[in-house]
């Protein structure tokens, strides 16, 4: 099984709309979580930090339940520029982070 | 900004030569990290470096070496490459105090071609 898991997509959604990914980790002692964002042939960059109460920035969200060992995201009002792919990354352990495969998000106008 | 750049960008290299990577940051942090990334894999851990000629193997090591001389360098060698070994090679460093709590800034990556 993997350490994290994501549903790679794609997702399809029309401009405007709200989309959400889950995410499931396997560590239970994980504590640091993350979402990435990574455009097309560059560098993975990091979204935002996921926080045990879960955490707004702006249109996304971020939700934790750690007792099923999920983390999601949600995009509300989703913008052309949205457009990407979505890792989930949690701790593996004190000094290194695990990524998940990525999920793909297309808004279409 | 973090500043890390990762050289060469591109690369393409012959089956059983070596090639080196090399990953620059210029503020002195501990922790650096090489990842390969393929389609369907994600990204995945090769080695990683906590310190001066302090190194780890992660999770895809074999057929790699590393070598960290100074705190600002962590270069990555592929002894004889292989086809195998085609793949973007990111190199990402650690910014937080605390390791894990403010995840890894990246390079821009290197595409290493092994024809």
């Known amino acids: 099984r993997k350490e994290v898991e994501q549903d790679p997509g794609p997702f399809n959604v029309p401009e405007g709309a709200t989309v959400a990914f889950n995410c499931t980790y396997s560590n239970s002692a994980s504590q640091s979580f993350f979402w990435y964002r990574q455009d097309c042939r560059k560098e993975p960059k990091l979204l935002m930090s996921v926080y045990s109460s879960g955490n707004e920035d702006g249109r996304f969200t971020a939700q934790l339940n750690r007792a099923s060992q999920y983390i999601s995201l949600l995009i509300r009002d989703s913008k052309l520029s949205d457009s990407a792919t979505y890792l989930c990354?949690?701790?593996?352990?004190?000094?290194?982070?695990?990524f998940g495969t990525g999920t793909r998000l297309t808004i279409i106008p | 900004d973090a500043g890390i750049t990762q050289s060469p960008r591109h690369k393409v290299t012959e089956t059983g030569t070596p090639v080196t990577l090399r990953c620059h940051q210029t503020?002195?942090?501990?922790?650096m990290y090489w990842y390969r990334q393929d389609p369907g894999h994600g990204l995945r851990l090769i080695h990683y470096s906590y310190g001066v000629k302090d190194t780890d193997k992660g999770e895809v090591s074999d057929g790699y070496s590393v070598s960290r001389s100074k705190t600002e360098d962590f270069l990555l060698t592929l002894e004889s490459a292989t086809s195998s070994q085609t793949s973007v090679y990111f190199c990402?460093?650690?910014?937080?105090?605390?390791?894990?709590?403010?995840?890894?800034?990246f390079g821009s990556g290197t595409r290493l071609t092994v024809v």
């Open positions: 990354v949690v701790n593996e352990s004190y000094e290194k982070l695990t």
């Open positions: 990402a460093i650690s910014t937080g105090q605390i390791i894990t709590n403010y995840g890894y800034t």
């Open positions: 503020e002195n942090h501990r922790y």
